[in-house]
């Protein structure tokens, strides 16, 4: 139900867009998000968006560089990802869950998630 793209190589301070195509349904009912993970590590928050939009979280380390936002003509949430960093390096996963305030910033408030979507930034 989720559809990730957009992933990439880039050099630092490059800027690359990821999208995140949802069915409708997904898209009008759930908060939309991206995590990250490299190999061995836990999946990581980076940004979430609430169902109407109105509201966004980011996580410390991409706050002022990364954008989530929504298109609604193409159910679709995209991660402006501007001013990267080797550490923003991972495989990007986009999530939607009928999460709460509270758990946005956790893996375990979603329960739909796209394939992955490999970001590589080289130094």
């Known amino acids: 139900q989720l559809q990730a793209s957009g992933g990439g190589a880039v050099q630092a301070g490059g800027s690359l867009r990821l999208s995140c195509a949802a069915s409708?349904?997904?898209?009008?009912?759930?908060?939309m998000s991206w995590f990250r993970q490299t190999p061995g590590k836990e999946r990581d928050f980076v940004a979430a968006?609430?169902?109407?939009?109105?509201?966004?979280w980011y996580a410390d380390s991409v706050k002022g560089r990364f954008t989530i936002s929504r298109d609604n003509a193409k159910n679709t949430v995209m991660l402006q990802m501007n001013s990267l960093k080797p550490e923003d390096t991972a495989v990007y996963y986009c999530?939607?869950?009928?999460?709460?305030?509270?758990?946005?910033?956790?893996?375990?408030?979603?329960?739909?998630w796209g394939q992955g979507t490999q970001v590589t930034v080289s130094s």
């Open positions: 999530a939607a869950g009928n999460t709460i305030v509270s758990q946005v910033r956790y893996p375990s408030g979603y329960h739909t």
């Open positions: 409708e349904r997904t898209y009008n009912k759930y908060v």
């Open positions: 968006l609430s169902r109407n939009g109105g509201s966004t």
